[in-house]
């Protein structure tokens, strides 16, 4: 990442449409500002109700598996993930629950990696010595280079469509078709025909949404949210001028978009001007086009008219809790703490969450999370596998996982479970309304290193001196090391 951020840096130099019968359910989106937070007390994981895994009876079809369910008995399937802390603690629940309750004595073992890049080097070390395990949660970036050095991963298709142990086309089509879709690859067999391998199933999404004090934004005069790139610029450049002009000389240069260098940011302001950041096949990146040049001039003037700004010095959620912002984008992970900084500043503004202008109706807010993985093994350890990932893709569990994490379900029926409504800022339930507008990332193997070139592109739109006329060489320029690093990721 640090060379391919060198070489942008140096050449700047300063499921498709279901019916109404069977689409999932989507809350509709309600412009209307919910009532004042109520106390919340700490956070607490849920409580944990049975969920018995899925068992054959006389009265079901076939299964099309070459597997007895006698030969899952006393399996071990080990499960590295990435999760950790309170949803390490939550997760090892689940899998107790699960290993107490299913009826061939499968034995889920969680093992915590310390993030996302700790676990891939694991796998490709636990790959050359032999001992890989029989289920992973990790990003489709990473199955696709897994699967580009030596096709590790099962294929999920027979088991999803098995008539016993599989899912029914109506829980298929319940899950969100952005999620659904990253995980389904497609391959030329060659012979000019492509094939298709499912090499996960989406497990939860977290996304990059904006945080906009509503408070503030009225009494600047503005009524609506700011749903197009000119309505943003106007709420931005408001604020800030509403600080330049107050008699507070410290705020001066803020008030209006702290930008931070998240790289889905930049993807999301593309996505804004109604353009794509990979071909409609998927198979490689563009980044050359007038919708993202729209996009970074875009920015650039923002930042040039002193309508946005960046910092390193400051907090996002504190700045934007003292007023320095009157928008920020942020994880669903941010929520939490974002509440806690209004609470300490004492601040009675009322914030909510929304997806990114759109200049086209086309709002989105951009996702990214983990999916499950099952390992390549006998037939029976596959099976094992795969009946415990089906149980946490269970409506129940997902609301539970959800809920507790903070993040999106990844199927509709999961928000008609009953919720806590414990422990997360009434935000995480304002969220849930955008889920249908959920932008998946790229399915591409070298989306883990682009990640770090569209941070290093965004702090060169951020630089002092950089001017909108500069965002063709940008683009170009991205394209360039999109292709180079595409030809050499292992």
Not at 150 to 178: H, M, N
Not at 263 to 288: D, K
């Amino acid at each position: 990442i640090v060379l391919v951020g060198g070489l942008l840096f140096a050449c700047h130099p300063a499921p498709t449409a279901q019916t109404s019968e069977t689409a999932p359910f989507f809350p509709d989106p309600s412009r209307t500002l919910p009532p004042p937070a109520q106390t919340r007390t700490a956070r607490s994981a849920p409580t944990l109700t049975s969920t018995p895994p899925p068992s054959p009876t006389p009265t079901q079809a076939t299964s099309l598996l070459v597997v007895q369910p006698s030969a899952l008995r006393g399996l071990t399937v080990p499960f590295w993930h990435t999760a950790t802390g309170e949803a390490e603690a939550i997760l090892q629940g689940f899998t107790a629950e699960f290993n107490q309750t299913n009826p061939w004595g499968i034995a889920v073992q969680p093992v915590s990696h310390a993030g996302l890049g700790a676990l891939d080097e694991e796998v490709f070390l636990a790959q050359s010595e032999k001992r890989l395990p029989g289920l992973i949660a990790a990003t489709t970036d990473q199955a696709l280079r897994w699967e580009k050095n030596s096709f590790l991963l099962a294929d999920l298709t027979p088991y999803l469509t098995d008539p016993v142990w599989g899912l029914s086309q109506t829980e298929q089509l319940d899950f969100y078709p952005s999620f659904w879709a990253q995980d389904l690859v497609q391959r030329s067999n060659g012979t000019g025909k492509l094939t298709s391998k499912r090499l996960g199933v989406p497990w939860y999404r977290s996304a990059l949404v904006a945080f906009y004090n509503r408070t503030w934004a009225e009494e600047l005069g503005f009524r609506t949210f700011p749903d197009t790139p000119d309505q943003f610029r106007r709420q931005v450049c408001a604020a800030a001028q509403a600080n330049r002009a107050d008699q507070d000389v410290r705020n001066d240069g803020t008030g209006g978009w702290l930008v931070t260098r998240d790289p889905l940011l930049l993807v999301g302001w593309i996505h804004a001007f109604g353009g794509e950041i990979t071909h409609v096949n998927g198979s490689e990146f563009t980044f050359q086009t007038p919708a993202a040049e729209d996009a970074v001039q875009y920015l650039a003037d923002l930042i040039a008219e002193g309508c946005a700004w960046s910092t390193e010095e400051q907090i996002p959620a504190e700045a934007f809790a003292a007023r320095r912002a009157l928008i920020w984008f942020g994880s669903l992970a941010n929520l939490p703490q974002q509440q806690l900084a209004f609470e300490q500043a004492a601040s009675d503004d009322q914030w909510v969450v929304l997806p990114f202008p759109s200049a086209t109706g086309n709002q989105v807010v951009e996702s990214y999370g983990s999916s499950l993985m099952v390992i390549k093994a006998e037939p029976a350890q596959e099976l094992a596998a795969w009946i415990f990932s089906r149980w946490l893709l269970s409506a129940e569990k997902q609301a539970a996982w959800a809920e507790a994490n903070g993040v999106f379900p990844v199927r509709a029926a999961a928000l008609q479970q009953a919720r806590l409504s414990v422990g997360q800022a009434p935000q995480w339930e304002q969220a849930l309304v955008w889920l249908p507008k959920a932008h998946s990332e790229p399915a591409l193997a070298s989306w883990g290193v682009m990640r770090g070139v569209l941070s290093d592109a965004l702090g060169q739109v951020l630089s002092p001196g950089f001017q909108s006329s500069r965002a063709a060489a940008l683009l170009i320029k991205l394209d360039q090391i999109a292709a180079e690093v595409e030809a050499n990721t292992p």
